[in-house]
């Protein structure tokens, strides 16, 4: 029952959507729908002249978009990664606030057969869209040791990566791996536990999930396309979950902000013109939400708002 609780707790909810500082006739896009949490807040908020427009990749989180939103003349919805916000028509108009809620969904961790936990033994998937695209087990099993111990490093920032690597490749042509209790009983072997309180595996599984989907690229692909339609004075709303999600918002913010840092080594650099200003400093789950839902613990939600053009 705890677990069934968990589930539906959208992350930071009250923050986020204030971020987006929701107008009754104004025009937002959550381009990470999930399973609504946040679009419920943004909808509350909107009069009959407003517009929320949805998307995600994941197919089971649009049916739950259309089993609830697909009658009300004031939602449209979209299969399909937030990095292409910009190419669907419906936000040709301009937008008055984007929020994303990056990263893997709870109901994403709590099907096992999604292959995203090492807490349950379910195939070895992690893609986030099932209808396309790579799983984590046909990675593993023409990957080389280099480029499985780039993965982990680079997008899970796993120390042990080049053992776990080597071990993958050592055991995969007696046994492929096809489920997620083979990877997680063998990250446990290799790294043993090290750090209490954290499963050896979970940084193994995050950088695969990351690779698998595409996450940065699409991450740093998204915020471009959501400048790109947010009108002057729209806001981007952002809640990240760890620290490579958190450094590229973080500075996607900065630069387009018109902020420099120059090298003490290097010649001077020349501020780009600023298109964004952020919206107060980084903000963290209370205390009060932590206790409610564990999951929170590493949430960031960051906010930003554009900026008018000079001269216009």
């Known amino acids: 029952m705890a677990e069934?609780?968990?589930?539906?707790?959208?992350?930071?909810l009250g923050e986020a959507v204030e971020g987006l500082s929701v107008r009754s006739d104004g025009r937002y896009l959550d381009g990470t729908f999930g399973r609504g949490g946040h679009a419920r807040a943004v909808l509350s908020?909107?009069?009959?002249?407003?517009?929320l427009l949805l998307m995600d990749r994941d197919p089971q989180a649009i049916a739950a978009a259309q089993a609830e939103f697909a009658a009300d003349p004031r939602v449209s919805i979209r299969h399909?990664?937030?990095s292409s916000l910009a190419e669907w028509d419906e936000t040709a108009a301009g937008l008055d606030g984007v929020l994303l809620d990056l990263g893997v969904s709870s109901p994403q961790l709590d099907e096992a057969a999604r292959g995203f936990s090492f807490m349950a033994d379910a195939p070895l998937d992690m893609r986030m869209d099932t209808s396309r695209g790579e799983s984590a087990a046909e990675f593993l099993a023409h990957a080389s040791e280099r480029e499985i111990m780039d993965v982990l490093w680079n997008f899970g920032e796993e120390r042990h990566g080049r053992r776990i690597a080597r071990a993958i490749?050592?055991?995969?042509?007696?046994?492929?791996?096809?489920?997620?209790?083979?990877l997680a009983a063998l990250c446990e072997r290799v790294?043993?536990?090290?750090?209490?309180?954290?499963?050896?595996?979970?940084?193994?599984?995050?950088?695969?999930?990351?690779?698998?989907?595409?996450?940065?690229?699409?991450?740093?692909?998204?915020?471009?396309?959501?400048?790109s339609r947010l009108n002057p004075g729209g806001r981007l709303s952002v809640i990240s979950f760890h620290s490579l999600e958190d450094r590229a918002?973080?500075?996607?913010?900065?630069?387009?902000?018109?902020?420099?840092?120059?090298?003490?080594?290097?010649p001077p650099v020349q501020a780009a013109p600023a298109h964004l200003k952020a919206v107060g400093k980084a903000q963290f789950p209370s205390a009060d939400e932590l206790?409610?839902?564990?999951?929170?613990?590493?949430?960031?939600?960051?906010?930003?708002?554009?900026l008018a053009e000079e001269g216009a």
Do not use: Y
């Open 191 to 227: 790294v043993g536990r090290r750090e209490p309180g954290k499963h050896p595996a979970t940084r193994t599984f995050q950088a695969l999930r990351i690779r698998v989907n595409g996450e940065l690229d699409a991450l740093h692909d998204g915020l471009d396309a959501a400048l």
């Open 291 to 306: 206790s409610a839902n564990p999951r929170s613990r590493s949430a960031v939600l960051r906010v930003a708002e554009k």
């Open 80 to 82: 399909a990664n937030f």
């Open 249 to 266: 918002v973080k500075q996607f913010i900065r630069d387009q902000s018109g902020r420099v840092q120059n090298s003490r080594r290097g």
């Open 4 to 12: 069934q609780v968990l589930r539906h707790i959208p992350v930071m």
């Open 169 to 182: 490749v050592a055991d995969r042509d007696a046994t492929p791996f096809t489920r997620t209790g083979q």
């Open 45 to 51: 908020r909107l009069g009959p002249d407003g517009r």
